[in-house]
Nanobody
Framework: QVQLVESGGGLVQAGGSLRLACAAS????????VGWFRQAPGKERDFIAR???????TYADSMTGRFTISRDNAKNTVYLQMNSLKPEDTAVYYC????????????WGQGTQVTVSS
């Protein structure tokens, strides 16, 4: 069982930056693959990036360049650094965890709101 708690969301002006954090707790949580997703009102949930337990990363094509995923296994925390934010980045951001890339994401956080004003 893994519990995930996101933090770091808020209101930011266009062009600004935010760093989201996903704190994980539970057995072997540092070995899990962790992904970031976002869902804007009325839209489907979109994949942003994922990171393996050893630090390997994968990004959605549309998310490369402005978003960076990283993890600190000593703190059991995965981060999403977001730069040059745009109003269209406004969404609820979620982190999720899975055992490997062969599995679906099983554990989800409650989400954190990011609002980018123009």
């Amino acid at each position: 069982q893994v519990q995930l708690v996101e933090s770091g969301g808020g209101l930011v002006q266009a062009g600004g930056s935010l760093r989201l954090a996903c704190a994980a707790s539970g057995s072997s949580s540092s070995n899990y693959f962790v992904g970031w997703f976002r869902q804007a009102p009325g839209k489907e949930r979109d994949f942003i990036a994922r990171i393996s337990g050893s630090g390997g990363t994968t990004y959605a094509d549309s998310m490369t360049g402005r978003f960076t995923i990283s993890r600190d296994n000593a703190k059991n925390t995965v981060y999403l650094q977001m730069n040059s934010l745009k109003p269209e980045d406004t969404a609820v951001y979620y982190c999720a965890a899975k055992i490997s890339d062969k599995h679906k994401y099983k554990y989800w956080g409650q989400g954190t709101q990011v609002t980018v004003s123009s």
